[in-house]
């Protein structure tokens, strides 16, 4: 690539800062590719086993820490962020009714990937334009790419104890995304560590699934439970999860870094109505059929219909008793998988728990008044 000596590196790196302004990223920032520091940890947290079932975890091995293993070529890594709290969040009045489906916020909105992917293949291509044999490779998500330990070298934040990207402008309400690039461009300069003595994130997890600062054991995690995982969710963490039916957002939620975190500008992360602050009982009723056209272009559509009848079965088990979901309950079963029948069969027996409960607190109730009603004068 004779071209790039007579190129101002400095000058294509602040051109491409501003296309990325340009096209939505509220930050970007370019690091050099040596994860070195990240390999121990992220295969200590291999050999404990806390990616769980992720399998593409461990066989992509070392890959993740090593981009120019993953793509041939790689020089440097644009690292991206985009916001998406989206307005009217709802999110105390949402978790504490347990009659209404939580969904996390990130999810609400069309499926960020699409978005993220086509914005940054937008600013390869503008990179490309203007030097012309300048190879490219984006990535959102993506199983392979170590996308945190990333941004955090690029500058767009440190990593918290929660392990998620975090920025004092910004907090963690955002999207990450990678440009894998082979240019010597410019690095920019990580950030300060600023979680200091805080652990809110580690005791607010309701499944406690941050088993140490900076270390999620996913399979207890309630987003690898309701996402990732195609298992049978741990009994012993169902009660734990009440509403979530589709990711958790506590750790976040609770961060102090979060209390002024910018609402996203992208109408796509707005909620749709059809999935924001549901009832649980609408959401189970849906066929596979209007599963699927009501979230289509949504990122909930990746975990299925099976996935989704099972997490909303847990939380229909958490809710407080009523007629309407054990009747609901019966009438599921045997309409999609055993896996699905088993996650029912468990959501029922809590609800008759609690109604038995429930009618033990009544008959003590009464048994009450009576005594008081006898004890009493006959003209009080
Ligand atoms: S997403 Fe929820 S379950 Fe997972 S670590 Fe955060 S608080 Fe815990
Ligand atoms: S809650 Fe506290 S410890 Fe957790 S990520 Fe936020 S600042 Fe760090």
Redesign the pocket.
């Known amino acids: 690539m004779s071209e790039i000596s007579s190129i101002d590196l400095v000058e294509l790196t602040n051109n491409i800062k501003a296309w990325g302004a340009a096209l939505g990223f509220q930050q970007v920032g370019i690091s050099d590719i040596d994860l070195n520091q990240h390999e121990s940890h992220l295969q200590e947290w291999l050999d404990n086993g806390y990616h769980g079932d992720m399998a593409y975890m461990e066989s992509h091995g070392m890959k993740r820490a090593r981009p120019d293993e993953l793509v041939p070529g790689t020089l440097r890594v644009i690292s991206v962020r985009m916001n998406y709290l989206p307005p009217d969040a709802s999110f105390a009045r949402h978790l504490k009714n347990s009659e209404i489906g939580y969904i996390s916020r990130y999810a609400l909105g069309r499926d960020y990937h699409k978005v993220l992917r086509k914005r940054l293949k937008a600013l390869g291509d503008k990179i490309t334009a203007s030097l012309k044999h300048t190879q490219y490779r984006p990535f959102v998500d993506s199983a392979p790419v170590l996308e945190h330990a990333i941004a955090e070298k690029a500058g767009i934040g440190w990593t918290?104890?929660?392990s998620?990207t975090?920025n004092k402008e910004a907090g963690?309400w955002f999207f990450l995304g990678e440009l894998f690039i082979n240019l010597p461009l410019p690095v920019d300069v990580p950030v300060e560590e600023?979680?200091?003595n805080?652990?809110?994130?580690?005791t607010i997890c309701p499944t406690n699934a941050i088993v140490a600062?900076y270390t999620v054991d996913a399979r207890r995690c309630i987003s690898y439970l309701t996402i990732e995982s195609d298992k049978d969710i741990p009994e012993a963490l169902r009660p734990l999860m009440g509403n979530r039916i589709y990711g958790c957002d506590d750790?976040q939620l609770?961060?102090?870094?979060?209390r002024y975190a910018d609402i996203t500008d992208e109408e796509d992360f707005h909620p749709r109505e059809i999935l924001h602050g549901q009832r649980l009982v609408t959401l189970f009723s849906w066929s596979e059929e209007t599963f699927l056209h009501n979230t289509e272009g949504s990122p909930i559509r990746r975990i299925g219909y099976e996935k989704w009848q099972r997490n909303i079965a847990v939380a229909l088990g958490n809710a407080p008793f009523s007629h309407d979901i054990t009747a609901l309950l019966t009438e599921r079963r045997g309409m999609v998988s055993a896996l699905v029948d088993r996650h029912i069969d468990w959501a029922f027996n809590q609800q008759q728990r609690k109604r038995s409960a429930l009618e033990r607190e009544n008959r003590q109730q009464h048994r009450l008044i009576r005594v008081i009603e006898k004890g009493l004068p006959r003209d009080a």
Do not use: I, Q, R
Request: glycine fraction near 10%; hydrophobic fraction near 30%; charged fraction near 5%.
């Open positions: 918290g104890k929660h998620l975090l963690s600023s979680c200091g805080c652990t809110a994130c580690l600062p750790c609770v961060c102090p870094w979060n």
